[in-house]
């Protein structure tokens, strides 16, 4: 069966998990009550708050950005704490965050826009970011960010199970979540290094996306052009590699609703609440 056909058979369903896994945490918030609307369903309070929370950024847009930036992104208040979880949390966010916007523009752009520009001739422009000069930037970025994950990751193994504060608690879920989070971001690179360093891979069209240049690996693929020097020499089936790291990275997706992972959203929207309650900045 063609690759794309494998990936969204995978892919579907697991957004499918998701996005109910999420459902389900917001609907045991929205539990609770809202005054003026006590009688309310949940999708009615969901309207309610997304209104409220709408129209409040509108009035003041310029505060909630400061406090995305320095609060949400950044976390000025972790940073007053310790320097070594603000670096480990700031990597870490910011590398995810940025990676999903990057890998975002890269599938619409590679992927649905370059289909659609064989029927519609206005997305001819897409064209620019799967082979043309766009490319090799976007893919610098991806590397460039998934590396920040993979740097946050090891600082936070090192933290909880070699320096071990006294006051850090560490459970089984916490184990889990790293080595998982560790698993998937390296095992991607090794994707990478091990298609540079065989370049009949991408000759054979084994994974779906078009890569960039050769020339280009050194610089753009850092890091697995960097794993590439050590893998010229071993032999691995790569279908098998590929599926090793996406069918993980699906699971990992149906996983976070249910785990301590979820508050990296819960956390953003908890941040923005108890700031917009204070008085404004001068």
């Not at 790569?238 to 699971?251: D, E, G, K, S, T």
Request: net charge positive.
């Amino acid at each position: 069966m063609e690759k794309h056909l494998i990936f969204y058979a995978m892919f579907i369903p697991s957004m499918i998990l998701f996005f109910w896994g999420m459902w389900f945490r917001i609907s045991l918030y929205l539990r609770g009550t809202i005054e003026g609307a006590e009688n309310s369903t949940q999708w009615q309070k969901l309207a309610i708050l997304t209104s409220r929370c709408w129209q409040g950024f509108w009035k003041k847009p310029d505060r909630y950005i400061k406090i995305l930036i320095t609060d949400v992104i950044f976390h000025k208040k972790l940073f007053g704490q310790s320097f070594y979880r603000w670096l480990t949390h700031t990597l870490l966010v910011v590398g995810f965050v940025a990676t999903f916007i990057v890998d975002m523009i890269k599938g619409l752009t590679t992927g649905y826009l370059v289909e659609l520009s064989h029927f519609i001739p206005f997305f001819s422009f897409a064209h620019a970011f799967e082979t043309g000069s766009i490319r090799p930037f976007l893919d610098f970025f991806l590397e460039f960010f998934s590396f920040l994950i993979l740097v946050g990751c090891v600082l936070a193994i090192i933290r909880r199970f070699f320096i071990r504060p006294d006051q850090l608690r560490t459970e089984e879920e916490d184990i889990v979540t790293l080595l998982f989070i560790f698993y998937l971001s390296l095992s991607g690179f090794f994707i990478e290094g091990y298609r540079i360093a065989h370049p009949e891979v991408v000759t054979n069209r084994v994974y779906m996306a078009n890569f960039s240049p050769p020339s280009a690996n050194n610089w753009v693929s850092f890091f697995g052009y960097f794993l590439s020097l050590f893998l010229k020499d071993i032999t691995i089936n790569p279908h098998f590699l590929w599926y090793a790291h996406v069918i993980p990275c699906l699971v990992w997706f149906v996983y976070i609703p249910h785990s301590k992972l979820l508050h990296i959203f819960t956390s953003s929207v908890t941040v923005f609440v108890d700031r917009s309650r204070d008085k404004p900045y001068h």
